[in-house]
Every structure is written in structure tokens, then in C-alpha cells.
């Protein structure tokens, strides 16, 4: 027969409940009261993330947060006009801001740049930015519209940790995120304090950094001055890879072109945008290395995406395509494309030209096609 | 709603602040309705599958504690097995078995499509404990073990879906859990205390030992094995993984119902670090173990009709454990692997009980024996549950040709140049020390025990597991055993 099983322990007096009900919820006060108190030490000022400000998005906040915008329009007697270059790691890697503004200053021109390009910078969340940024009419609004910006579930294939995601979005707007259902919204949105979940990851990384040099009893570490992330890389090529069974791949109904898609729905929010302040939104592409226009997307999908770009209210502009020695990987150009794009750029500013779609001269293979 | 994740954190805090000041009657329909918020929060159509659970079960406890004659007691135990069978049966095997009846209709040269006739279901998280939780009670009713069937459908429902342990278990048994549904709410201070520090020390195995476990061994298990040396220490690190996150699921269960009032029964004790396979599952997963001994192993006859037939019964549990697990080759396998090992075990019961005697001779040969004991149970276990981890069979069987039949060639290799074991494997096997270290004190030294007993070190120890876990984070995968 099997063992019998023991029936529930005695259970504690009505008067030891009372007081253990006391107890729990001083301590439940006491949680949530701690909460509130850190996160008022986690703004976005705080010393601490100084500290542990590590990741692109990161960095490109900083500096959003904290551009001398006046320095940028001190040209033209203090009038002078911006043009905000927001958008992904392409942006960051195709133009020289210091070379464009000297450019733009010699041939006496009414814009200086402000390069703000972030990885997987997708319009879902370099949106997120604008409310940082004083822009004025008469600036403009340039964006880049690379097709992996459309991938289906980009959220997913983007893997942003949720940190990252709260430091450009507030807590109400996760509720319009189309591409989320509703157990990820309210995931999401339910982690309050909000200003201590947005800064914790930085705040943790910080703390990290100064009990590490605490240990060794050295000097406190010196602030971390701003990486390639807001410049460029330097390095002349970055081994990549082009598979099939990569998650940069692009297949046959790999984009998402509905109003659901993330990026769509940042795309719409950063037009409004420009609409409610009177200023051009351009949107640009700089084609990726042909290698990876033949191999690492389906031709039905990167036809998609053309009649997409095409479809669009706002004007593309397609930048020039570069030789395949002038990326640094498989989308991102080293410091000769770079010399190029810039170039263009400045010609680009006073005549934009719209350019082409880039036509493909790589060997396409049989799964692509 | 994963434990892991803010959600539940801020879902847990709301619902202790409410809790604590209804009346009792009105707890019981607020915990169901909170379970059911929790169980939905994934497809709030799955809760139609727990209440259909519920809702028959109960009506058959009922139907067969009232029922006087015995065919019909058994038809209506049929009725609930049946139900709960043909849950489990339906969303978790119909793709197995039929794709294996079409596999050896191929082999048969039938040209038969797999994918005309498989519906690729998504298995409802949580129903094969709870199925197994509610057969336990119509079993235990038509059996006589429990005498008077629970007429509140309230709280009988609660039984079913109580949120910390609906997913994952432990499995209660209703003669445990039932009778707290009708008691009175009581609460003590001690209950609290153990309550907190159960449900931080289940977040700090969880995202603190287990998730970092995950990310490194997980890029070994997504392809075939392609090092010896790497495969057995992946080997090796999801053997402890899996133990912190399941039984971190547990601790924080076990933690949740204290805070709620109510006592879940443990589910693991100390199976770390054990000398014998027996006494491993003795230890490991108590309440589905038990589940099996006392349902299954128990009717097939147990132990009392010889040795061969035991033997044999428990070959036929394990298998069906393998099964309960999973519906795929690799967790039958990993099944009777088990099995194999246990009966293994009663075989050699002479030859080593005359090697224990001769080790016990003096205590360092004591020490050193047991221990041995230990670590060859741990890498029979760890071998095992190569079949567990592995996505499919073609990997499983990269694992065990690259760690037990390609030669000696990379572990001499490993042996002479230690920098050749990638560094993050090296650097995990630090976790796998430190949850031995804490295990050993836990059983030598009653480590807990000590901690709760004070109020000062209960409190240290709850400050510093909350900052670490703050520090790595709550976010992260999903439990192992969510899965089943």
C-alpha cells in the first residue's frame, strides 16, 4: 500500500497571525519604500551612470541628453539650422560629422550635422531620441531605412534587453508598441519604479566598475570617455559571415510592411514629429555591400522593399553603392566609403539627388531567387 | 507569468497587499481568480483546459465518495482519468505517436506524409502537473484514502490551479494541501521568514546560477559535439543547471505558499550530492516520484512479487517518467537510462556494500569513498541527461560518440594544456563548487536551519540575496521545467 501521506502541519494562534501580518507588511512597505528611494537616486543625471554607460544606445542618449545645441547653431549670428542625422550604425559609420560641419563652415552653408547613429537604430527606437533634441524649423530631419529595419518580429531580431528599450521609451508607451501582445506590454510596463528599471542595468554596470577598482585599492577610475560609438570604427574590414541560417537573413515574406511592425509604427511617430515642427524629414538608404543585397535577402523581399520605399509620403534618397573593398563588413562602410559617402553628403545637403535603387550585379543564388 | 520577470514581481506585491486584509471566506476566490490571471497571462484560452480538469474532477470525487456500488465507483474513475489522460494525451503526445506510426509505415514503404496528418500543438504549460494532480485525487477517493471528497468548488478548484505550484510543480496530493483550503487563514512569523528567504534564494539560483549556466553551455548544445572535453563539461554544468532552476521553482513555490499561509510539501533534499542512484530519486523531484511510486509502481505490484518483477516495474515507471517528461525519443531513452542505472544498482547491492565495509574502516577512507560514490553518481546522472538536454537524437548521439567513444585524444590534450578548455566552461565549473559547497553546508551544518532561527542573520542574508539578484538582474528564460 502506499505510504500514507501526512495530513498539513498544526497551524499557528489567530494572535501570532495578527502579528506576522504586521510583520509582512512592514516588509512589503519597506521593499516597495526602497524602490522609490533608489529610484530617486537613478535619474538620468546621476553620477553612477557615468560609470556604467557602455552600450551604444547608451552613449548616443548621453549625448542627445546633453548636446550644446547652441554650439552647433552659433553660425549664421546664433540662427544657424541642424541637420539631425538619426538613425542606425550605418549612419554612425558612413559620415564624418567633424569633416561634413568643416566642409558645411568653408562653403559658408546655413546646416551644421549632429550625427546621432545607434546600433540596430531602427526608427522604433531612435523616435525615442527626439525628445531630447531641440529641433527648430527650418533644421532637417535625415533617416536611414535599411531593409533589416523591416525584418518580421524585429523586436526579437533586434534582442534589445528591456533596460535598453526603457531608457528611449516611457512606461505608457508600451502600450502602443502594435508588435507586442499583451502579456509582453504588461511585462514591460509593470516594472516600476520606472526610472529605476530604465537606469538599473548602467547603475549596476557602474557600481561593478567602482567596487572592482575598490578591491584593488586604486584611485577611483576616471570618467570613460565615449568610444567608436560616437564616431566610427576605425578598423579597415571586420570578418562577417553571409548564411543562409543566419538571423540576418532576410527570406521569401521576411519584412514586415504593416502598421504593426515596430519600426513602421517609430516611423510614423518621428514624421509626426517633424510635421508638428515644421521640418523636412529625408529618408535615406546606403546600400549595404552587394554581397549582402544577393545573398542575404530573398529578391521577392528586397522587391517588396522597394515598392515599400516607394509607397512612402516622404522622399527616399538611395545613396550610392560602394566598391565591395569599401566596407568594413557585410553592411557598414570602413574609412574609404566613408571618405566617399561623406563627400556626397556635402554635395547632398543644398542638392539632394534621389538617386537609385541599387541594382544587383552579384551572383544571386538559387535560394534567393 | 514566469517568476522570473517583473510582472510577477509587481503581481505578487499587489496580491499580498490584498490578501492580507479580505476575510477568509473571500481568499479562497481570490487565489483562484489570481491563479487564473497567472495561468492566462500566457493564452488566456488554456484556462478552458484546467477548468475542464477541474470541473470533471470534481464532479467524479464527488460521484465516486457518494456512489455506493463499486462498477459505478470505477466508471467514474475512468471518467476522470480518462479526461485528464486524453488532455495530456491529446497536447503533448498526438505529434509523437503519430509521427512515429508514420515513420514505421515509411519503413514499410507507405508513402505517408508526416505533415498531413500532424497538428503541431503547443503543449499548454503546466498539464502534466496538473492532470497528474487531479487523477491523484480520484485515485485517492476511489482507493478510500480520502474519505470525505471536498464538496467547496471553490476551494477544490483552488487545489487544481494554486498559482506557485501550477506549472511546475511540487505535485500536492490532496490529503495535504486540501484541508489548508478549509482552515481558518493563520500566518506566523517564522512561516514569513522562511516564506522570504525561500522565494530569494529560488531568484538567486535561478538568475544568479542558472541563467548564467544557460548562456554558456547552450551554444554547445545547438550543435553536434565537436571536443570531447567540451562535451563532457557541458555535460556536466547541465547537471547542475538543471538542478538550480528546477529546484529554485520549488524554493520559490514553497516560498510563496508560506507567505500565503499555506504548506507545499519540499521537492527536493539534497539530491546534489548523493552516493547511489536510488537515493538520488529519493531526493530529487519528491512529490512526482512519489507520484509514480504510489500510482504506478505500487499497483504493478512494487516490490512483493520477486526480484525480476521489480526490477521490471521499475524499468516500466522510469520509462513512463521518460515519457511524462517528454514527448520524443531522447526523454524515453533518458527514461530508461535511469531506469537501467537503478537496476544496475540493485545488482551490484553486494559488491558494494562489501567495498563500502571495507572503506569504512577508518575515516579518511570513509570520506574519500563516499565521496567518490558521489561524483560517480553525479557523471552517471550527467550522462543520462545528455538525452534530456540535446535538442533531437542526431545530437544526443554526437554527445555520447564524442564523449565516451572517440578516444582519449582530446582529454590527454586537456590534461597537458588546461588552456585548451574554453575559458567559460572552465569558469561555469566555479558555479557547479559553489552549489557543492553550499549543499555540504546545508547538510552537515544546517545552514538554513541556523539562518532562520535568527532574526539578524535572516535578515543579512535576505539583504545581500536581494542585492545580488538586483545586481544580475530578474528578467531571463524560462524555467526548465516549464516545458513539461
Redesign the interface.
Known sequence: MPKPIPPPPPQPTLEETHQAVRWALGLLMTTVGFFWLLSLSYHPKAAILDYGRSSSLEWILYRAQNLDTKRYRSHNNGKGKIIWLVGSSTIRESFDEKIINRELNIQESEYRIVKLGTNRGGAGIVAGLFQYLDVQQGDIVVHNVPPNSYKQNWLDYAAFPSYDLMLVKDSSEFWDINSWNLAEKLEQASAIPFQYWAHHNMVMKGLTRWIVYGMSLELPPPKRGPRHYLTYHRHEFRDFELRKDSANYIGKEGMDFSDEQFNIQGLRKIAAFCAEKDVELRLIYIPARQAYLAEMIHQDTLAQYQTFLESLDEEVYFFPQQPEDDYLDSIHPNFRGRKALTEYFIGWVDSPQKGKFPSITWDIPEYNR | ?LFN???F???I?LT??FY?FLPDRWKIWFLLALSYVFYG??DPTLCSLIALSTVVDYWCGRNIADTTEQNKKKRWLYLSLATNLGLLGFFKYYDFFVGEFIHLLNLFQFQVHPEDYLLKLLLPVGISFYTFQTMAYSIDIYRG?IKEPERHFGRFALYVAFFPQLVAGPVE?????L??FS???????P??KEG?FLIFLGFIKKVVIADRLANVIEPYYERFAENSVEAAWAMLLFTCQIYVDFSSYSDIAIGLGL?L?Y?IRPNFNLPFVVPSIPERWRRWHISMS?WF???IF?PLGGSRKGAVRTQVNILIVMFLSGLWHGASNNFVVWGIGNGLTMVGHKLLTKPLRLLSGLMEKNAVTRVAYYYLCCWNTFCMIASINIFFRCPDWETAKSYVREIFLSGLTDYQNALFHPTSIPQELFDAFGWVLAVFAIHELQRYFQLKDRILHSTLLWAISCVIMFEIV??F?I?GPQFIYYQF
Request: proline letters at 7%.
Open positions: 507569468m520577470s517583473k510582472i514581481i509587481s503581481f506585491l499580498l497587499s492580507y497571462f500566457w484514502d496530493r490532496a490529503p495535504h494541501l484541508p489548508q482552515r481558518p487563514f493563520r500566518l506566523s512569523i512561516m514569513v522570504v507567505l499561509g504548506h512519489h511510486r504510489d500510482y505500487i538586483a545586481v538582474g528578467s
